[in-house]
């Protein structure tokens, strides 16, 4: 089990599913191998019935499909239906969370009132709406209303893209990227892609970049400010990680997914007497509710409640026997969970009209009532702990502290409410630069191994990194998140974390919240008057999987940032395409991808980058 992940509570819960006869994504993917070349390569087209296509990377059978269309325009197709869809997905849950602030403020969801008045104004106010001499209901409903509309914009641009530098603003007007409205630019990208309409592989890819800065300037901003709003802006919190967070004489109950309206509402209808007691009657000493991916950030952002694990663990929470629900909505939710848990006492509880799973129990979620329906799941959870196989449960003791919780504001307030204390130490050279790592697991790569050996590579070569989504539940897991982690910092980060009492990796929440470090970023170049290009940042998705994931490294890369892609992407049948993305992007929007499998020669092409930004800023001369 050792080459499929290097967590060690993850190797032994393998292990006893193994024993229990449970299969995982690891046996599932094992038994699709070899896997289609054709898809690897991106060389499959399905976008009309008079195919399927496909091309012949060898060169010696078919260069074209039935319609003509060659390899450029269907790997280019192809990725630009992943950007759309990904994008989609973050949007929505955007709006998801932007219905809540309207039904909120019209007071149809009593149980979601406003927590952060003062980030609300300050929202407000970037989007032009009037805050003097009115109640918080009048501006949220305002502002509700003109957000939702950036959905369907009839605007030539979208209100966050104001955050953007002007001259990186003046190059998407120039290529034609600027984001309009949220859902027009998904909408384009998908007819688009229909048969016969853009068959340039470089107006496709442009199309995509503006689908997916709608998505990191649009509908996941959206889904980060308006969560703050609601829920309260993250502050730095201290909790613990990994599947050790789970008890074995409580009510086990894990949110999975990624939206935070109902994972908020269940860890209040946790803490509820009635629901204790209930609970007690039936032999447990309480309820714990443990995070399991995104929903999981969002809630030990706000809370440190704990976070049992990332992706590729969460069939191995079910396989503890110790879980009395897994309650799911949106995102990442392997439809194999339910037959999982049918090999214990485990229930898994469906909660979103647009994610329903053969198996699973359906409680539909409702902003309306939702206490109401928290405590209605949270008590089918506490009933269901009468079932528990004890001879099922076996709960290893891993886990680990983490300090998690750093939101663009409360990375203002350690710095003493200014960014400059961070530009000094950037220009003094004591922080050479900053990463973000971000993004998923993968079965295809050892579990956690090229987030943890990038990490530390660029901690000890003194670059600050900041993390989300499951890569930043990896670094919880192995320690890196703890101000104590500073130990293993090269010497001018080490005396950063020191002075200011922060880890040398900062968790700065779930995939959406990617949007708080293009905040920071804007922010930086503003600050110094350049475009973000022009920064020592880099990014990188070193285990990603996910269509959403593709959206954020495309929409990474448009805002000017170089990003390095762990696990290889299906576009490497178009050499053009491919040539575009990991070269020509940097003639056209001043950043590229890279494609680098080796963690260690993966830090080392971000560590090359960041020097050579230094140096064209002068920093270093
Ligand atoms: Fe084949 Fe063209 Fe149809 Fe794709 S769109 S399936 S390449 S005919
Ligand atoms: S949850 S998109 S597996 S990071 Fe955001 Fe993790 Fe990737 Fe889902």
């Known amino acids: ?81 992943a950007i759309a869809a990904g994008a989609a997905s973050h949007s929505d849950h955007g709006r998801g969370i932007a219905l809540t602030l309207y039904a909120s403020a019209k007071g149809e969801a009593p149980d979601y009132p406003v927590k952060d008045e003062a980030k609300l104004k300050a929202l407000a106010v970037e989007f032009g709406i009037a805050t003097e001499g009115r109640s918080v209901q009048e501006i949220a409903l305002q502002l509700a209303d003109r957000v939702l509309d950036e959905f369907g914009s009839k605007r030539s641009s979208l209100q966050f893209v104001n955050r953007v530098p002007s001259k990186r603003r003046e190059l998407w007007n120039k290529l034609g990227i600027t984001p309009r409205g949220i859902d027009r630019e998904v909408v384009e990208c998908m007819h688009r892609t229909h048969v016969g309409v853009d068959n340039d592989y470089v107006s496709l890819v442009l199309q995509g970049l503006r689908a997916a800065l709608s998505d990191g300037w649009g509908g ?42 109902l994972s908020e509402v269940i860890v209040h209808a946790a803490r509820d007497r009635e629901l204790l007691e209930e609970a007690r009657k039936r032999g447990a000493a309480g309820i714990n509710v443990c995070g399991m991916c995104c929903t999981g950030n969002e809630i030990l952002m706000r809370h440190g409640v704990p976070v049992a694990g990332n992706f590729l663990q969460q069939e191995l929470a079910v396989v503890t026997g110790a879980v009395e629900a897994v309650v799911v909505d949106i995102q990442c939710i392997y439809p194999s969970l339910p037959q999982v848990a049918g090999c214990y006492h485990t229930k898994v509880i469906s909660t979103s009209p647009k994610a329903k799973f053969p198996g699973a129990e359906h409680i539909p979620f409702d902003e309306h009532n939702a206490v109401g329906v928290a405590r209605r799941i949270v008590r089918t959870a506490v009933e269901n702990f009468t079932n528990r196989k004890p001879e099922l449960v076996n709960i290893r003791s891993d886990r680990q502290d983490y300090v998690a919780g750093f939101s663009v504001e409360a990375i203002l307030e350690a710095l003493g409410g200014s960014l400059d204390p961070l530009l000094d130490v950037v220009k003094s050279g004591a922080v050479k630069g900053i990463v973000a790592v971000v993004g998923c697991n993968n079965p295809k790569y050892k579990q956690d191994y090229s987030h943890l050996t990038f990490v530390r590579e660029l901690i000890k070569r003194d670059a600050l990194v900041v993390g989300t989504g499951c890569a930043a539940i990896a670094c919880a897991k192995a320690g890196l998140l703890l101000p104590e982690a500073a130990q293993e910092a090269g010497e001018g980060l080490a005396g950063v974390c020191r002075a200011l009492g922060i880890p040398p990796v900062l968790h700065m929440g779930s995939c959406v919240d990617i949007s708080r470090i293009m905040t920071v970023a804007a922010a ?73 499998e080796d963690p260690v020669a993966a830090a080392q092409l971000a560590i090359k980058h960041i020097a050579a930004k230094r140096k064209a800023l002068g920093l270093d001369n």
């Open 1 to 81: 089990m050792t080459e499929r992940s290097v967590d060690r509570a993850t190797i032994k819960m393998l292990k006893k599913a193994r024993s229990d006869g449970v299969s995982t994504a690891w046996d599932r993917l094992a038994a699709q191998e070899p896997q289609c070349g054709f898809g690897q390569l991106g060389l499959c087209c399905r976008n009309c019935n008079m195919g399927p296509c496909r091309i012949d990377p060898f060169g010696d059978g078919p260069q074209q499909g039935v319609c003509g269309a060659n390899a450029d325009t269907i790997v280019a197709r192809n990725l630009v239906r």
């Open 220 to 261: 996941s901003m959206v889904a980060t400010e308006l969560s703050d709003v609601l829920f309260g802006t993250p502050k730095p919190v201290r909790g613990s990680c990994n599947l050790g967070v789970l008890k074995e004489d409580m009510v086990n109950i894990i949110v999975h997914g990624h939206e935070p309206t």
């Open 524 to 596: 930086m170049a503003n600050a110094l008057g350049v475009d973000i290009a022009d920064l020592p940042l880099a990014a990188a998705a070193p285990e990603w999987m996910s269509e959403k994931a593709v959206s954020i490294g495309a929409y990474v890369v448009a805002s000017g940032i170089f990003t390095i892609l762990g696990t290889v992407p299906p576009v490497l049948g178009s050499k053009n395409l491919a040539e575009l993305l990991t070269a020509g992007a940097t003639r056209v929007v001043g950043a590229a991808f890279a494609v680098e």
